[in-house]
Structure formats: structure tokens, C-alpha cells
């Protein structure tokens, strides 16, 4: 049981770390009923694997007959066979969710042993356990003082019918021993089904709370996913606001923007719905500036396509020839001056860069000589894709300006310089920042969960991913008492 409930819960939470209420959430995500179906399709069929391979503790006690007792032990217990043809998951609007088992029965092998002061007996048996009906409600109980948790909130057993067949058994002591041997497993289903429910739910808790929602992207950033809110259950789906926010790596400053509400539209055709708003990317920019991710040098040495030196600019620049009659090797220094800004419109997602670039000239004796600084004023547009569980960008560059900034070389015609610093943007530039947006922002973790067939859009304010999800089971080791 504990498996099945393992799954619907980590398909329901995503992070269960403490988190302020009244912020707006960076990142939203929407789990359907058709989410929660899966959920239960791979959960029965685990719970089907498990039980079939499960032993049970003995049960040893006694019951009274006559003016005597009757002794009994059953040993060796473990299920052959479980039916579930009926089973549902579905949400209570306000509260949590509910899980019901209808009409499950039981095939169970064991060894049994009978005693009383008259006779004694013993063999092997039979158990069949029919119209068995499990009930169970959950909740994500979150407040100010700690972090969230699941708790099982109520939980109801019928057992059904408990048919025993004691093997080579037949007449007067047949019947006598099934009824004694009745009354335990008849009074263990009831009193150990939802104990037994509650100590799952209380490992699953702890599974759940154990992973860090701070996800570590890369060496300069991390992302927090904890949530920001109560989770919001309707009638057919869970909603989730994360907290969706990028920091510097080990530096978890305020980012100076606020995130702006948003709406995740009324769709249901996915399991999964996850919104990342422009918030999100914006508290990204910010930290990767704070970490001078965009700060970057290119020199004769690591350009691709051609070797940069000040013979390039003499014959724009007559300034810059008087240096040497020998070309000096060039360095070209570009900063960002400014956190970059993230635009999300309808199909649009793009980034304007204010930054500068320093060109030098490369003395013999290793020394740098400043020959002249520009600003700089790009627009790029980022395209986006999903691959081995990470959101993974892709920069375009769409224009760049280039204007004066500072000159040891005398005035000169910025433009004509603007067909050389386009080119090494685009060979050299655009290609370093792409293979730092490769590594791939990490997505909200899903214990054992994979995304299948996502598809993006980019709407106003937000990205949004629409996927189905496929769980593979990972058998752990577990300890029987």
C-alpha cells in the first residue's frame, strides 16, 4: 500500500521545504486527474508486485472455548495472489485527496498449528480474503513554523470475506479449526491495515522532505523550488507555487525584482503543467550577472576563425597602425554593465544586453595597452527545448549597436567596425553563451519520474510546459520485522 500512495504523493508534491506565504510563486505547477490516474494505474500494479513477494509476521495467540483455550500459530504467511479491479483517486476541493480500494481480494499460503487441551493439529492452508474496500484521505498540512508534510487524515478498513482451506482437512475438526483460525486474520486485516498506512505514509514523508528543494544549475547558481503557498486542490486539479527563484551559488541575496501574478490557462489534456514565469528567468539573469557569467575575454589565441591583431582595426583606425610596424595581438574584453532584461511575449522570449567591450593591444613585453571602448546594445532571442529532465536554452542573436565609449586612439567612424564585431559575436560570442545555456536550468524534482512528450509555449509572462510523465520503479531494500 505504502508504494502506491508513494507514487500519487510525489506526483502531488514536488518539495516540502518551508517557504513565506504572501510572495507571488516564480514557478506554478498543475497536476490533472489525468496525472493522478496514471498515478494510480503504476501504483496498484506495484502494489500487486510487492505484495505478491511480501511475508508477514507470524500471528500467535489464543482464543477461548469452552472451559479452555485454543492455541494457535500461523507462520510462513505470504500472499500468492491480489485482485484490484477496482480502485480510484480523486481530489477534494479545499482538503486533500482521496484514495479508495473497492471489492480487493487476497490469495494467502501459510502453515498453521491448533492446540488444546484435548487435541492438537497442524498443516498447511489456504486464505482467500474477498470484498476487501480501503478508504483513505491525505492531506499537505503547511505553516509558518516548519516545513510541510503528507498525513494520512483518516482511514477506514472493510475486510470482507476470509475463506480458509486447511488442506486434507475435512468433517467436524475442518470446521472447527477454520473458525478459530478465522477470527485472527479477520481481526489482524482490520487492526493493521491503516497503522500500517500511516507508518507508510510516515516513510514517505520522510523521502519527500529528505531531497534539498535548493537544486544546485551549475557552479554559479543555484534554483529553489520550495513552495511558496498552500497547495490549492480543486475538483480536477492540484496547483503548486514554488518559490521559482535563481540565486547566485551559496549567496542567497533578495532578488530585487518582484514576481507578478499569474494564471496557469484551464487545460487538462497533459498530466503535468509547469509555468515558469518571467520572473523566474529574471532572478536567473540576475544571479548570473552578480556571478559575472557574462563577463568574458577573447584573445588571439582562443579565436576560432581567425587571429585577431591591430593590423584588423589599422586600416580603420590609422591611430591604432602607429603602435608597431608589426601587428600586436588583440584582447577583447566584454562586460555586461547592466543585468540583462527577459521579455516573455506571445512566441517571443527574448533578452536586451547593455554591456561594453575593451579592445587591447598585447605589448611584447606581455603588458596591455587600452586602445578604445565601445557599449554595446544587443537583442537576442532564446529558444528553448527539454532534454534529460532540464529546461536548455539556445541565444540568437537578432541586432547589435555598437557606440564610443572611450578612445587612446583618436575619433573614428564606430560603423565601420561594426561588420568585424558582429562576425566575432557571432562565431564567438553566441557559441560560448549557448554552451553555457546547454548545461540546462534542473526542473522541480520528481522522485523517479521522467517527462514524456513535452511541448512549450511561451505566453505572456510565462513559459509553459505541457507533459506527460512516466515513473520507473526502483526496488529498495527493505527490512520485514
Known sequence: MRKMLKICCSLILLSLLSGLLS????VKVRITQKGLE??????????KQNMEKEHFPDLTGHEKFGLGNVKYNISRIHVTAVELPSASISLLPGSGIKLVIGNASLTIDMNWNIRTWMFKDSGRGTVHISKVFVTAILSTPLDNAGPTSIALTSCRT???????????KTGFLYNFFIKYLKKP???????????NIRAGIQLIDGDLRSPNAVMQIDDLAEVDYSLSGLPAVFQ????????????????HTDSPYMAASFTIPDQSDSMLYLAFSEYFFQSSSFAYYTAGAFNMTIAEETCSYFNINTEIFSSIIPEVAKYSITPYPVMLKLMSTEIPTISLQQDSFTAEIQGSVEVLAILPDSTTQSLFTLNIAANTSISLNIFDQKLMGSLCLNRIQFSLAHSNVGSFEVVLLENILSYIFQTEVIPSANAKLSKGFPLPNLANVTLTRPHIAIVQGYVLISTDAHYKHYRRRETTC
Open 23 to 26: 510572495a507571488n510563486p516564480g
Open 38 to 47: 496514471y498515478a494510480r494505474e503504476v501504483g496498484l500494479e506495484i502494489l
Open 158 to 168: 472493510t475486510p470482507g470475506d476470509v475463506n480458509i482451506k486447511l488442506n486434507g
Open 185 to 195: 486474520i479477520h481481526r489482524s486485516l482490520v487492526t493493521n491495515s491503516c497503522p
Open 236 to 251: 480536477t486539479f492540484i496547483d503548486l507555487d514554488l518559490k521559482g527563484v535563481v540565486f547566485p551559488a551559496g549567496n
